[in-house]
């Protein structure tokens, strides 16, 4: 089975922006209520295997964003803190 997934990266106001630093996250099917909490690494970066579909990610700083996850195939969404 092919692996691919989400790469977040999130962008700060300026590069010492503290927010980037294990933000909190949630993923969620497009059609779904039911979300999955994640938080970034120190660097406002994750990754996460998902099988092919549609998504959402929201941050808990607010900003939510779509994206689609083709098979085998890393979707990159960058997300610029509010």
């Not at 996250?25 to 039911?34: D, F, I, K």
């Not at 660097?43 to 579909?53: E, S």
Request: net charge positive; charged share 30%.
């Amino acid at each position: 089975m092919p692996v691919g997934g989400l790469k977040l990266a999130l962008e700060g106001v300026d590069r010492d922006d503290r927010r980037l630093r294990f933000a909190r996250v949630s993923v969620a099917s497009g059609n779904s209520q039911e979300e999955l909490e994640l938080v970034t690494d120190s660097q406002g970066r994750m990754r996460y295997c998902l099988a092919a579909g549609e998504y959402r990610v929201r941050l808990a700083a607010g900003g939510e964003t779509r994206f689609t996850v083709n098979d085998g195939r890393w979707t990159v969404v960058r997300l610029r803190l509010p």
